[in-house]
């Protein structure tokens, strides 16, 4: 990888402030001064930053199936419950990809790569997101259309790419905006109260044998497919 790309994920600093390190002579590989931009540098070559070593971050990936009751963050005033009781102990410090809410259920992706956080959180890339919904009453056909066409929030205008009854009560939708509560506003706009909300998919990801509660760490062919899906706004599954 690139000099500057190294010395970023290594946390020296971002890769436009890493290019200046360089530029000023204060970075060096293998014992030797680098002042070249396009210098390409791999795992077992020693960087130093003003004589420092420097070594580039282990990226960590994980999915967790959160259960009810849990808070989407690091610590709560009140003491209540979060994401980060459910992990394993002795892993690097892990930012959760989006959110859910208290009540709700489902997938959430744990990485300490910021870049590809930030890439699938971005509105351009549209990742898709599915949720199981559990209504109070049966869903109207009728209000599939409207559903699909958006209603207005206070952020603007907010849809439902697909919608499926799966039985009087019960309903699959996909979405890709990030709004927040999205799902939830949404139904409540058509006087509909959502009585249970799991999220079941993210892109490609699954919850298929991830009991609430559990984790598991992410392949090297998922996060390929992952940063596959943030390099390309229009992949669709």
Do not use: W
């Amino acid at each position: 990888m690139r000099l500057n790309r190294f010395l970023a994920l290594a946390g020296v600093a971002s890769r436009r402030s890493a290019e200046a390190f360089i530029r000023d002579g204060l970075v060096s590989v293998n014992g030797k001064i680098c002042t070249n931009l396009s210098t390409q540098v791999a795992p077992s070559d020693h960087v130093k930053v003003e004589g420092r070593p420097v070594r580039a971050r282990e990226f960590v990936y994980i999915l967790l199936n959160k259960p009810r009751d849990f808070l989407t963050t690091r610590s709560d005033e009140r003491s209540r419950k979060t994401i980060y009781e459910l992990l394993p102990g002795k892993l690097p410090k892990l930012a959760h990809v989006g959110r859910l809410d208290k009540e709700s259920e489902g997938l959430l992706l744990l990485t300490n790569d910021g870049e590809l956080a930030l890439r699938l959180t971005h509105p351009r890339f549209k990742l898709e997101k599915e949720y199981l919904v559990t209504l109070n009453r049966e869903l109207d056909l009728a209000d599939i259309s409207k559903f699909r066409k958006g209603i207005y929030l206070a952020e603007g205008r907010a849809r439902f790419d697909t919608v499926f009854k799966v039985n009087p009560q019960q309903v699959r939708v996909i979405l890709t905006q990030g709004i927040k509560r999205q799902v939830r506003r949404l139904f409540a706009a058509l006087d509909y109260n959502v009585k249970r909300l799991q999220r079941i998919r993210i892109g490609a990801l699954t919850d298929k044998d991830l009991r609430p509660g559990d984790i598991r760490f992410l392949s090297r062919d998922e996060v390929l497919m992952l940063k596959g899906e943030a390099k390309n706004p229009t992949a669709r599954r």
